[in-house]
């Protein structure tokens, strides 16, 4: 499951142990979409709702530091 968000997007999905072919958790990954493809984090947790709720904590994260980085550059380009 994917969601996106401007120009950034979070994922879910299943972690299966190799070995044994049983669930072992879940992932997350935050990317940047455009204007390429770009995992910028990833993190586990044990449950979907868990890792659903620590994506999009992390997503929030990157999207206000991308925001402070902008407006900080367009200060300095006034």
Do not use: C
Request: hydrophobic share 35%; proline share 3%; glycine share 6%.
């Amino acid at each position: 499951m994917r969601i996106y968000e401007d120009n950034f997007a979070y994922e879910v999905e299943q972690i299966i142990d190799r070995a044994t072919q049983v669930p072992s958790g879940w992932r997350y990954n935050i990317n940047r979409v455009r204007p390429n493809h770009q995992i910028l984090r990833s993190g586990d947790a044990a449950t979907k709702e868990a890792a659903e709720k620590a994506g999009k904590r992390a997503l929030a994260r990157v999207i206000r530091a991308e925001q402070k980085v902008q407006s900080v550059e367009g200060k300095g380009a006034a």
